[in-house]
Every structure is written in structure tokens, then in C-alpha cells.
């Protein structure tokens, strides 16, 4: 085994509380306008590794919900800001972590969401009209959560994202757009949660998607491109849900993932000796728990939130 062969998770719950202690260090000044997304990240991880109780959650869900607008039900990056489904996704999931979607206006919020599908059922990111097959994937996935689906026009969704399916079996953010795992990882999961999963053939993406994985064991996003550890959150997470995930080596790419941590300080990399992050640590972790990596929570591969999380929404009557 490799020299960073253990997780070294007590160090890393210690960064991500610390992280968030630090409101003027470099990390923290350049997340700022994606401090809903941060939250998101750190928090989850926490999660999995068993340390939610490591912070106050009636402070956190105070602090989501300063970043909401009651006029238009959606919710912004950090306080202040213009709200995007971007961040009203990871507010929702951040609620669901706590067990707390009680301090929303279920019904508020899932009409911000619906109101931004499209003529042709693609969904725009906030009022200025941006679409991406990312935002499908984040309507589809917020609205789920708050059991609220029949608000918006399905076949219309999921045909828009099937649309954006190219000859490789991969996926874009729009129509015609290059296939890439992020892109994939949104178009599956959507395509996941609207129950429509037969439209994917399977062979073919599996083998697009298994073919991401490096010589080093870490996986890339597109061909040519170097490993990056949060892909192993992107390609593992979509090759569960279309049932390939053995067609990767596990052990290569847990090793991989484990060569990015800092283990003096905490804290996981993109890839081996650079900078720390909070967004990697996530991603990190979660490919773990994917790989069912002992002592970490395992995780839902569609709603990116611990089984447990997903389990009490849904089957909680």
C-alpha cells in the first residue's frame, strides 16, 4: 500500500471546522460568493465521517436561511447575494443533513425551482437564463427532496436532457456540447431520479466512463485530461447508478485518493502534493463512501446526501 493508506478523518474534520472558523483566510475570501456550496461540502463530509455534532446546527440553519429570499423563494450563495438554484439545492440538502426542512416554505421554494424549467423542459440557473443540463439535474434533484416532482412538466425534462446524449453514450451541457463526467454525473442523476434511466445505454457509457480512469488510479473528467480526485465522485457516483462500477479498479483509484490528503494538517487535494480544499475533501470522501471505505457513511449516488439522509426522507411516512 502507499504511504497515505489510511484516512487520516480526524484530521480532516478538524480542517473543515477550522476552515470555517477562518473567515479571512485565502480559501475563505475566494468562496465567498459560494459560501451555500462550501457549506454544503464541509458539512456532508462531516457527515460521512460520523462528526455532524461537531457543529452547532441551530447556527447553520440560522446562517442558510439569512441566504434566502422570501420573495422569490430561492436562496443565494452567502447573505445578500442573488439567489440560484445552485445554492438552493445545497441549502435544501444542508436541511435535510439536520433533519430541518421545517424552516422552509416547501412550497415557495418549489415554485422558484419550476418556475425556471423551459419551453422545451431545459431549467435556466436563475433569472438571467443560463441553461445547462446542470440545472436539470438540480431542479429535479431539489424538487425530489421536497417531494414536489408534480410541479413541474417531466417528460419535457427528461426529454431535454436526453437530448444532450451524444454517439459516445456521454452527455453535454446542452445539445451537441462534448461529453463530460460532471455533465454525466447531472444528466444520470436526473435521469435517475425521473425514473428514466432506460434511455442510457449502458455498455457504452460504462465504457466511456470506465476509460476516465488514469494510469495513476485517480479518474479525469474528459480524455487527455489529468486525474482529479473529484471525479471520483462524478464517474463512480454515475457508474453505480447505470450498474458498471466494477469495471474500475477500486483499489487504484483508493489509493490515489488517499496519496491527495494532507496528513499533517488535513484537508484532500486534487491530486497528489497540491493545496487543500474543502470542495476535494468533499469529493474525496464521497468517492470513498462510494467504494464503501470503512467508517465512512455510505452515500446515495443520485441525491449526493448519505443513505441514512436519503432513507428518512423518503421513507419516513
Known sequence: MADGAELAAD?????????????????????????????????????????LHAVDAAEVVDWIMSCYHPESGGFG??????PH??????????LCLFDRLDVLDVDKVADYVAGLQNEDGSFSGDIWGE??????????????????????????????????????????????GESHAGQIFCCVGALA??????????????????????????LNGRPEKLADVCYSW??????????????IDKEKLTKFILNCQDKENGGISDRPDN????????????GLSLMEYPGVKPMDPAYALPLDVVNRIFLRK
Request: aromatic fraction near 10%; include cysteine.
Open 11 to 51: 484530521k480532516h474534520v478538524r480542517y473543515i471546522v477550522t476552515v470555517e472558523k477562518k473567515k479571512d483566510s485565502f480559501e475563505s475570501l475566494v468562496m465567498e460568493h459560494i459560501r451555500l456550496n462550501g457549506a454544503y461540502w464541509g458539512l456532508t463530509t462531516l457527515d460521512l465521517l460520523h462528526k
Open 77 to 82: 450563495g452567502n447573505v445578500g447575494h442573488d
Open 85 to 94: 438554484v445552485l445554492y438552493t439545492l445545497s441549502a435544501v440538502q444542508v
Open 131 to 176: 441553461v445547462d443540463t446542470r440545472f436539470s439535474y438540480i431542479a429535479l434533484c431539489t424538487l425530489s427532496l421536497l417531494h414536489r416532482l408534480h410541479r413541474i412538466d417531466m417528460q419535457k425534462a427528461v426529454d431535454f436532457v436526453v437530448s444532450c446524449k451524444n454517439l459516445d453514450g456521454g452527455f453535454g451541457a446542452m445539445p451537441g
Open 193 to 218: 431520479i425521473a425514473g428514466s434511466l432506460h434511455h442510457i445505454d449502458r455498455d457504452l457509457l460504462g465504457w466511456w466512463l470506465c476509460e476516465r480512469q488514469c494510469k495513476d488510479g485517480g
Open 234 to 247: 462524478w464517474v463512480l457516483s454515475s457508474l453505480i447508478m447505470i450498474d458498471r462500477v466494477h469495471w
Open 275 to 286: 493545496a487543500v480544499d474543502i470542495y476535494h475533501t468533499y469529493f474525496g470522501v464521497a
